[in-house]
């Protein structure tokens, strides 16, 4: 009886195209300059209340007009806790 699990998984190696990081640069895994996608934000739901986001002009943050909060984005990484949401001044 043959273990046909090293066969099985030389079959896999060959078939199955596995991305290769020295093939070129994958398209999301771009670095720098980075911007909020507008489309992308637009998916973005307030964690509180359900409401659709906006960017700030300055891209600091997401603003939930309904919550009058902003969740900041810190390195880059939109911090979407409730608890650390800085209150917008009225
Ligand atoms: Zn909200």
């Known amino acids: 009886m ?3 699990t090293e066969l099985g998984f ?3 190696s060959h078939r ?3 991305w290769d990081p020295s093939q070129g ?3 999301h895994a771009k670095h720098g300059g980075m911007a909020f996608d507008k489309d992308l934000v637009a998916l973005l739901a307030c964690p509180k209340c359900h409401q659709s ?3 700030t ?3 600091a ?3 939930c007009e309904a919550c009058r909060l902003m969740y ?3 390195d880059g990484i939109p911090n979407f806790l409730v608890e650390e949401a800085k209150p917008l001044n009225p």
């Open 10 to 12: 030389a079959e896999r």
């Open 53 to 55: 986001l906006r960017l």
């Open 72 to 74: 900041p984005i810190e």
């Open 61 to 63: 943050g997401f603003v």
């Open 57 to 59: 002009n300055d891209d």
């Open 25 to 27: 640069s994958h398209p």
């Open 2 to 4: 043959i273990a046909s």
């Open 16 to 18: 199955g195209r596995v």
